[in-house]
């Protein structure tokens, strides 16, 4: 049997069919248009969509365990709680599921609460699953990097109160390990909830010192305006999904995105290494640029 991997073609999606790909594992990948990404050897494509129950039943039939990650659309818990529930119905008792940090404290935003209401779905079925609780991507400030490289601000209103911004490639490397210890094992595994965080937690002033030493020059944080970082979102991407990150970014001043007391240790002994530090990924960016 095989494992299926939804959200495929996108930037963590990717990375974890690689590199199952690179462990041996058989992979399919589900894709909504056949051709649309490159797949290494050994990974199978599957036409199919999230909320095509069709598709989506004839996607599970073939498969032992399943990777759940759901785009932000207006429909995300919709194709979650369809997919979990055609999962159930064929017999997948092995899922790892992409959530986000602090999903039930974070509740006035949409998507948040979306990715709650589907982690209390899989509570109250008891349903065998790994919940991976991601904070902030490292790699979403390559958005802003043209504008920290070219104006000297660092313009994402991520405030004082602490962000563990964990880099993506180390979100995969977990969900693999996970994906394949539940795959592997002779029976269904005990439920699991992961935090998923970087090494430190950082502020707006410490993320613009690293841009800063990265490029020797002088880069500033732009502040907590989170009106304008909504309208400045708007320009070029959906109101509502605009007004999400903004309510998000508020949320972030408010509470912080910083894991509990041990985490770190504990996810550094599954990747049998340390985890990324934003430092690393803003010299890579440099460097790359």
């Known amino acids: 049997?095989?494992?299926?991997?939804?959200?495929?073609?996108?930037?963590?999606g990717s990375l974890i069919t690689a590199r199952l790909a690179e462990q041996g594992a058989d992979v399919?990948?589900?894709?909504?248009?056949?051709?649309?990404?490159?797949?290494?050897?050994?990974?199978?494509?599957?036409?199919?969509?999230?909320?095509?129950?069709?598709?989506?039943?004839?996607?599970?039939?073939?498969?032992?365990?399943?990777?759940?990650?759901?785009?932000?659309t207006p429909d995300e818990v919709t194709q979650a709680l369809i997919a979990l529930n055609l999962a159930r119905e064929a017999g997948i008792e092995r899922i790892v599921y992409l959530s986000v940090i602090h999903a039930d404290k974070f509740t006035d935003i949409p998507h948040f609460t979306g990715k709650h209401t589907v982690e209390r779905m899989i509570e109250s079925l008891d349903i065998?699953?790994?919940?991976?609780?991601?904070?902030?991507?490292?790699?979403?400030d390559f958005m802003v990097q043209q504008t920290i490289q070219d104006y000297g601000v660092y313009p994402m209103p991520i405030g004082s109160a602490g962000v563990s911004m964990v880099d993506v490639r180390d979100i995969a490397d977990i969900a693999v390990a996970e994906l394949l210890r539940r795959d592997r094992a002779p029976a269904a595994l005990e439920r699991v909830t992961l935090e998923l965080v970087g090494p430190h937690a950082l502020t707006g002033a410490s993320v613009a010192q690293a841009w800063c030493s990265a490029l020797g020059r002088e880069v500033a944080y732009g502040g907590d305006d989170v009106a304008a970082f909504e309208a400045q979102m708007a320009s070029f991407s959906p109101g509502w999904l605009a007004y999400d990150m903004r309510l998000m970014m508020a949320g972030i001043q408010r509470f912080g995105m910083q894991a509990e007391a041990g985490t770190v240790e504990r996810l550094q002994a599954i990747l049998g290494r340390p985890l990324r530090t934003y430092e690393e990924f803003v010299r890579e960016a440099v460097g790359n640029a």
Do not use: C, H, W
């Not at 051709?35 to 069709?54: H, S, W």
């Not at 065998?128 to 979403?140: D, K």
């Open 1 to 12: 049997m095989s494992i299926l991997i939804t959200g495929a073609t996108g930037t963590l």
């Open 28 to 72: 399919k990948a589900l894709v909504r248009q056949p051709g649309k990404r490159e797949f290494p050897a050994g990974v199978t494509e599957i036409i199919g969509d999230l909320t095509d129950v069709t598709s989506m039943r004839t996607a599970l039939a073939s498969v032992r365990t399943l990777f759940l990650l759901n785009a932000v």
């Open 128 to 140: 065998p699953a790994t919940v991976l609780r991601p904070a902030y991507f490292m790699q979403n």
